[in-house]
């Protein structure tokens, strides 16, 4: 009853992200009674957070999601977002990590290790300020140049070594687009913010181990984005569904 009750306050949370100027956008599997397995996805900002349960991980209903959304979406790497017809950033940490661990597996390529360095270098001076100044393009822009010349070398050098060259390959793919926050203000370089939304459902999946239905799981993900949006605004949960009112305080 409470999931449609509040449905409305759902939908609106969920049109308000999508008029909204950042989108962080996040997937994990779910598992249901029966030994089915969906998905539960994401799609947060820095005040609202709205959790979507889909069949399958397949990302072809994003088009039409977000067929008006005319802001920032950052995401990790995962293909379905590629396709979007929107301004992106991706995951840099994702791909710090990435880098990480393929040099702990190989710590001897010699190109794999300059990859990492100089990734490791421009990263450094750009995480510097805005340790500074924040997520400020005024002051992000001046790094612009730099991130300009150390993407061009990844465009027209291929690497010897197999898996530098994937690296390379991925980095000339995404190009521009590892580097979007530099020229938005309060654009970050992670996803993190869709990567901490997703952990409480995931500490709910372990507890229900595949017992909850999917109308269940869709009516508990409606007052899962209700809770996790008062978080983000400071109000208090049960205050609020204690007032009976359907829409949350800004």
């Known amino acids: 009853m409470a999931g449609k009750y509040y449905r409305d306050t759902y939908d609106n949370l969920l049109g308000q992200l999508m008029a909204g100027p950042l989108l962080h956008i996040d997937e994990t599997s779910a598992w249901l009674r ?3 397995t969906g998905y539960v996805w994401v799609f947060t900002s820095m005040e609202s957070v709205v959790y979507m349960y889909r069949a399958t991980r397949e990302g072809e209903f994003l088009h039409d999601l977000l067929r008006s959304f005319d802001g920032v979406m950052v995401t990790d790497f995962y293909t379905a977002y590629d396709s979007i017809d929107c301004t992106q950033q991706k995951c840099l940490v994702h791909l710090m990590y990435d880098i990480n661990r393929a040099l702990l597996k190989h710590p ?40 300009s010349r150390w993407l061009s070398d990844f465009r027209v050098s291929p690497r010897k070594s197999r898996i530098a060259e994937k690296f390379r390959k991925r980095i000339a793919k995404y190009g521009d687009r590892l580097f979007t926050f530099l020229d938005y203000d309060g654009v970050p370089w992670n996803n993190n913010n869709a990567e901490n939304a997703i952990k409480p459902f995931a500490k709910y999946r372990r507890l229900i181990r595949g017992w909850i239905t999917e109308p269940g799981l869709r009516d508990y993900l409606v007052l899962l984005s209700i809770a996790h949006t008062c978080k983000y605004r400071g109000v208090s949960f049960l205050e609020f569904l204690l007032s009976g009112d359907q829409q949350i305080p800004d």
């Open 34 to 36: 029966g030994h089915v």
């Open 108 to 147: 001897f390529d010699e190109e794999l290790n300059e990859i990492g360095r100089t990734f490791g270098t421009l990263m450094r001076d750009i995480v510097g300020t805005i340790d500074r100044f924040g997520l400020k393009s005024r002051y992000l822009r001046k790094h612009r140049e730099q991130a």
